[in-house]
């Protein structure tokens, strides 16, 4: 699971920013990212709004260690009333990258940026995950204020890795191929209260933290000549709940 926080200035017009880089080895970033307010924000109705997309390309220094990151994220609050606001948060990443693995002293010697598993055994990761999380906010008074924050999510992840074929015909071998996939939730109900202690604010913050996760992991037996078989397949349930 990923942590996203950022802050965008409310206003209106709205915004439209374009952003664009390169770097060495075929390293590419452009974006594009939309924000915009109705009203000041302190008012029943008003909406801010922010919107932006990412994608980041690469060649990479060695033989087969390209890679691609493509990224989203969103965020819609709407004022409900004088003291309280509903915020709702959207994430999804999707990441594919070649591995070129390890080199022996001797081959970075001899040339180091030569990929000799990679190009044998194809070995790669693939990673998505998709995020939603729902946060009200409510001021109880000028020095307390409530939070709640849900959120929702998945996660897909699939590795290919350089492992001989031999090894894996072991019965308690889990292949050369890890697919997992994680669904998660939570809850985060927060509390704050605080007050001017001369020049500076004295705060303090009590909360819970619940989440609860699944896990779904698939190994796969694989060969150079990609011959796959379906070795095994198993779920794991996992949960945690801490206060804060």
């Not at 932006?52 to 390309?57: A, D, F, G, H, N």
């Not at 849900?150 to 015909?169: A, E, H, N």
């Amino acid at each position: 699971m990923a942590l996203l926080i950022f802050r965008a200035r409310k206003g209106n017009p709205p915004e439209i920013e374009a952003s664009s880089y390169y770097g060495s080895y075929g390293t590419w970033r452009y974006g594009l990212k939309a924000t915009g307010a109705t009203g000041d924000g302190n008012h029943s109705g008003d909406v801010d709004y922010t919107v932006s997309t990412q994608r980041m390309t690469t060649k990479g220094y060695r033989d087969h260690s390209g890679a691609r990151k493509n990224l989203a994220n969103a965020r819609l609050g709407v004022r409900l009333n004088d003291v309280s606001k509903l915020t709702l948060l959207f994430n999804s990443v999707d990441i594919k990258a070649n591995d070129p693995g390890g080199l022996s002293q001797s081959e970075w010697r001899s040339n180091p940026r030569q990929s000799p598993r990679g190009d044998q055994y194809n070995t790669r990761k693939t990673v998505k995950q998709t995020q939603a999380g729902l946060r009200y906010d409510r001021q109880l008074s000028l020095n307390d204020d409530l939070s709640v924050m849900m959120y929702v999510g998945q996660r897909d992840m699939t590795q290919y890795q350089s492992i001989p074929y031999t090894p894996q015909l072991k019965p308690t071998h889990a292949g050369g191929v890890i697919d997992l996939t994680r669904e998660y939730q939570g809850l985060i109900p927060a509390g704050r209260t605080g007050e001017m202690q001369g020049r500076y604010p004295s705060v303090s913050l009590a909360g819970w933290i619940t989440r609860t996760c699944r896990n779904t992991v698939k190994g796969t037996k694989t060969s150079i000549w990609w011959m796959v078989q379906r070795y095994t397949a198993k779920k794991v349930h996992c949960d945690a709940t801490n206060a804060t």
